[in-house]
């Protein structure tokens, strides 16, 4: 994600190749709907609260083929829907996410524009909407993989979700427990060529990138079998922002703007 700046300074390339030298499980990507994968950033959140089981009922509805969800995990173990570390931004209450109980989190109220009461849902619900639905771009904040792959494989979602890894030893943690997850990252700033790229990819075993926009780069991307997502979401994105970014090649775009993507992919593109 844009907002998240860490991401691009990731240091993953410095991990040892042999240490995942048995790791050799190159997973599918979940079916999509489109040529051109539409992701609804944090749900579709211009009627709906970002991250709430409405703005991803809203995702589902306007055919968008990823919801991308953020998760974090409470005092007490729950996992739960919310970006930012703290409950300040977006709802009624205050203080870390991580120093509340489940039981804290769920009296909170979402803040809205359309005045309907909304509340931060658990990871197990998002999975219930999401079923048969529309896949799940997961932006692996901070929880446990353990607990996050049972509650996935509790409901029947194996080959729904992407991973996003946003810490160095969350790529290990994901392998050794749920070898067959498809993953994304960014790459690190060091890696600018198409050696750098297949070491990095010698290393770690991911199915996309994100942040890439150079010409050669993202050539070399496609030639050695990796996805490109990029981020585009923005308060001026729109179709002339669209064309340009598709012209390069890439394979996915995250919006906040996913009806009119959707929209525009199939008048335009496919």
């Not at 051109?36 to 995702?59: K, M």
């Not at 509340?119 to 993989?145: H, Q, S, T």
Request: proline share 4%; charged share 25%.
């Amino acid at each position: 994600m844009k907002l998240f700046v860490t991401k691009a300074s990731l240091l993953l390339a410095c991990v040892a190749p042999a240490a995942f030298a048995q790791h050799s499980v190159h997973p599918a990507l979940p079916h999509s709907k489109h040529k051109t994968v539409v992701i609804a950033h944090r749900g579709n959140h211009v009627n709906a609260p970002e991250n709430t089981l409405a703005s991803t009922r809203e995702a589902i509805n306007c055919g968008a083929d990823y919801v991308e969800v953020d998760l974090r995990t409470t005092k007490d173990g729950h996992l739960v829907a919310l970006h930012d570390a703290k409950v300040d931004r977006t709802t009624n209450g205050m203080g870390k996410v991580a120093d509340m109980t489940w039981q804290e989190v769920e009296e909170l109220q979402v803040f809205n524009r359309n005045k309907k009461t909304h509340r931060i849902p658990e990871f197990r619900e998002v999975l219930a909407l999401c079923k048969g639905k529309i896949n799940i771009y997961l932006d692996f904040k901070d929880a446990d993989v353990a607990e996050t792959w049972k509650e996935i494989k509790v409901a029947g979602m194996e080959h729904q979700v992407v991973v996003y890894l946003n810490k160095e030893e969350q790529y290990k943690k994901w392998k050794e427990i749920a070898p067959g997850v498809p993953l994304m990252t960014s790459l690190p700033k060091e890696v600018t060529n198409k050696e750098q790229l297949a070491a990095f990819l010698g290393q770690m075993h991911i199915q996309v990138v994100d942040n890439i926009v150079e010409p050669t780069l993202l050539k070399a991307a496609h030639e050695l079998g990796i996805s490109v997502w990029l981020d585009v979401q923005s308060p001026t994105e729109g179709p002339a922002s669209w064309n340009e970014v598709l012209h390069k090649g890439v394979q996915g775009l995250q919006t906040d703007k996913p009806a009119e993507m959707v929209s525009y992919l199939m008048k335009n593109v496919q």
